[in-house]
């Protein structure tokens, strides 16, 4: 074995104990975006769900647990029934991973509706 391959026979060690640490961060914010995206997704089609369901006249109790079944884990639902409109708002939290960042937008779904006339 020469000299310079002596010299080099622990760069590649060197290079991957640099690099993995800086992998496992990226595929881990990664993660954390694509979580937080399905959450957006889960959290605006549980308000279209609970909106549309409100206007037909559903009960509340049970529009509320229909919602919350399509809504992420630990999600915050509210629901606002009044004459003129429905309003049924649904939100939740971050991944840790980005909260921990000081990302400020949250998964959130919002969805209108107008009760429809009973026959």
Do not use: F, K, N, W
Request: charged share 25%.
């Amino acid at each position: 074995m020469t000299r310079a391959a002596r010299r080099e026979s622990g760069m590649v060690t060197a290079e991957i104990a640099v690099a993995l640490p800086a992998l496992v961060l990226v595929l881990t914010l990664g993660l954390g975006a694509v979580t937080a995206m399905t959450d957006q997704l889960r959290c605006v089609d549980a308000a279209r769900t609970g909106a549309r369901l409100l206007a037909r006249g559903e009960d509340v109790g049970q529009v509320r647990r229909q919602v919350a079944e399509q809504a992420p884990a630990d999600a915050r639902i509210a629901l606002d029934v009044g004459a003129e409109s429905v309003r049924v708002e649904v939100s939740a939290d971050l991944p840790r991973v980005l909260a921990g960042l000081g990302v400020g937008a949250r998964p959130r779904g919002v969805a209108h509706a107008v009760p429809e006339e009973p026959s």
